[in-house]
């Protein structure tokens, strides 16, 4: 009996740090070319940032770790972000400043490696901000969200028939054939006959040993296939509207309607009787439940459910897009390979 996938909400994200990265070191190629770092103005090198603080005659408004924070710097970098706090306005100054410093105490030479490093730790305070402070669940805007609810796997989340999860022990006597072929073969019939004692052998050494997890089940299953050859042990889940009739069901001609009851009988954490489908026998544990939901996207609880759940996914494609974009602006080349082969966390020392 071949049985549906069982549904996946989750996107894996085991690449998001990885792409973070490459948007960081996009950023260090471009920013010399005054991109829309925090604060928007720092020049070029780090020399060129103290020279301009040192030769200025702006009001200095205050001294905070022993570097001046001038009028000028605040009302520049307010005018480019008017809605910025002043005291974060402040805070990203003082910040620029004291990279500046370091970076000339670091090499006072005022080297190429210098103006580098300095760039780079603009890039990735400004992947930092842009990731981690500017860019939040309440920032997305409201069609994007409907855009993620309405993608088929996400939308399943939020509505669809009942669920269950099963590990299902099974011997198979048709494969690959109808429900009325199989039912209608008489080596079918007479295979299902033969290995029902087996069936019934497993469901009672089941009984006696009560798995009580889905872990404990398989375990038991491989564990009894030693005795039993025949019986294979698969998971799969499944949906099923039990208010409708079985030809109504979404994939009504894959799952077994037999099984299908057998799994709402079991009830959650238990296993069935043996069961007899149209491809076989099988004994089923369900591990996991879920009711029949139908929410919608106004629902307050929707929104707040694809924020807290699906927000990795969108931030990722915002930063995706946005790489995308710089890439085009400034006309960059990236290469995967070589950016696959080198532990940019430890070289960047970036944290997300």
Sequence with gaps: MTNPPPPNYDVPMKTWNRRVLLVTLVLAGACSKSIDFEPVYPPDSPQAMVASWQQSTSPVVENRGGLPILEEEIALLLEGQPDLPREQAIQRIHLRKALALKTLENDPSGSF????????????????????????????PMDVWKQVYSDRAIFLRFDHAELHRVVDIQIICCRGGTPDGCT????????????MEDMR???????????????????????????????????????????????????????????????????????????????????????????????????????????????????????????????????????????????WKDLTGFRL
């Design 113 to 140: 490696r210098a103006v580098a490093a300095w760039r780079s730790a603009l890039a990735r305070r400004h992947v930092e901000v842009l990731l981690t402070e500017k860019y939040t669940p309440d920032s997305v």
């Design 184 to 195: 209608q073969d008489p080596q079918v019939q007479s295979c299902k006959q033969r290995h």
């Design 201 to 343: 052998q497993i469901h009672l050494r089941l009984t006696e040993r009560a798995p009580r997890s889905k872990e404990e089940f398989v375990a038991l299953g491989e564990e009894l296939r030693t005795e039993f050859p025949r019986a294979i042990v698969k998971e799969y889940s499944f949906y099923y509207d039990y208010a409708k009739p079985h030809s109504k069901q979404r994939g009504y001609n894959i799952l077994d309607e037999n099984v299908v009851q057998a799994a709402k009988k079991a009830g959650l954490n238990a296993f069935s009787e043996p069961v007899e489908s149209f491809a076989g026998l099988h004994l089923l544990y369900v591990h996991s439940h879920e009711p029949e939901t139908r929410m919608k996207f106004e629902d307050p609880e929707t929104l707040r459910i694809l924020k807290e759940e699906f927000f990795p996914q969108v931030r990722n494609k915002f930063a995706m897009d946005y790489l995308r974009d710089i890439a085009s602006k400034y006309q960059l080349q990236m290469d995967e390979e070589a950016i696959n082969e080198a532990n």
